[in-house]
């Protein structure tokens, strides 16, 4: 894993414990446990969305589009013979177009996104990560935060009760994870949340989306999961649906983790009209031409549906304990950081 970093000083000297080959970050037992307390988190996932009706597909790795609500970092090009395509940052497009076949659909999706090399040493940016991805057809907003809830409270309590040895080896506080998921978690709106910042002193701009740094200090405060709810309509993407009964509020919402690991989880109930999404496009600078084959399927008719993203190695921070993101992945790819 011979790396090359190409990042200021500051960064540097936060990067220090990232291994300098792959064997031995492979090699540590706490790397080994990590990644076994994961796999479990993986088979429990399954295990819960199939035995409600969910059918697991395979996502798309390229496509002619993908999601362009990616919050500051970079797509990345593929030509595909003569035709130039991305990498997948994120399958939401066609977790809508997939409900064409199926009534509930999940994915355990790979993603890339360059993302500044800033955010190496934020310990939650990765640029090559997993999401478990999640549409449910004909659902609201409120479905899909419940059964994101009850999906991350059963993982929490299946990993306690399964890998106890793993997460003692990594030191991590069962008893903590345990009462975290024991209550229904909290609902704090993005208003509420921004306005507690700026009283706090921290410089968060009203009409944006809650900076890595504002998500840090309202997770710290926090003893359990809560849901962030009711972004400003300009925050997000265009596939995130806005609220009728309050314009210029969207119907999204955050998952955060307790105990300072910030975001978990983002979802929303999905705007699926075709002139509604072409409209939305333009207001976020998107132009719709490159959106082709999504729009025709919208023009035709794509589901009402609401869904959600786990980032999967963020979820696994959060259950193991881990100092940074990049501790639970097998080959991590930090921002600015050339490894294997």
């Given amino acids: 894993m011979t790396m090359t970093v190409t990042t200021t000083e500051a960064v540097d000297e936060a990067l220090t414990p990232f291994p300098s080959s792959p064997d031995a970050h492979l090699t540590d037992p706490r790397t080994r446990a990590t990644l076994r307390v994961q796999s479990r988190m993986l088979t429990a996932t399954r295990a819960f969305l199939t035995a409600r009706g969910f059918q697991e597909l395979l996502p798309p790795l390229i496509g002619p589009v993908t999601d362009p609500g990616i919050r500051g970092s970079k797509q990345v090009d593929v030509d595909f013979y003569g035709h130039k395509y991305k990498l997948m940052t994120s399958a939401i497009l066609y977790k809508q177009a997939s409900l064409l076949a199926f009534d509930k659909i999940f994915y355990i999706a790979p993603n890339v996104r360059l993302e500044p090399v800033e955010t190496a040493v934020t310990h939650r940016h990765l640029a090559e990560f997993h999401q478990i991805d999640v549409e449910i057809r004909d659902a609201r907003r409120e479905d899909a935060m419940e059964l994101a809830e009850r999906l991350v409270s059963h993982v929490v309590a299946d990993a306690v009760e399964a890998v106890p040895a793993e997460l003692e080896l990594l030191g991590r506080d069962t008893d903590t994870l345990r009462q975290a998921v024991a209550e229904a978690f909290g609902r704090v709106g993005h208003g509420e949340a921004t306005a507690g910042l700026i009283a706090a002193g921290h410089p968060q701009d009203p009409a944006a989306e809650i900076d890595w740094q504002g998500e840090e200090i309202v997770s710290a405060r926090a003893h359990r999961p809560f849901f962030l709810t009711d972004y400003p309509k300009g925050s997000r993407g265009f596939y995130d649906k806005e609220n009728a009964e309050q314009p210029g509020v969207l119907r999204n919402f955050d998952l955060i983790a307790p105990e300072g690991y910030g975001e978990?989880?983002?979802?929303?109930?999905?705007?699926?009209?075709?002139?509604?999404?072409?409209?939305?496009?333009?207001?976020?600078?998107?132009?719709?031409?490159?959106?082709?084959?999504?729009?025709?399927?919208?023009?035709?008719?794509?589901?009402?549906?609401?869904?959600?993203?786990?980032?999967?190695?963020?979820?696994?921070?959060?259950?193991?304990?881990?100092?940074?993101?990049?501790?639970?992945?097998?080959?991590?790819?930090?921002?600015?950081?050339?490894?294997?």
């Fill in 264 to 340: 978990l989880a983002s979802g929303s109930e999905r705007e699926h009209d075709y002139a509604t999404l072409v409209t939305r496009m333009r207001e976020t600078g998107e132009n719709p031409a490159k959106y082709g084959w999504y729009l025709d399927l919208a023009r035709r008719g794509i589901p009402a549906s609401s869904g959600f993203g786990i980032g999967l190695e963020r979820f696994t921070r959060y259950v193991t304990g881990r100092q940074a993101a990049w501790q639970t992945s097998a080959y991590p790819k930090l921002p600015g950081v050339v490894s294997a």
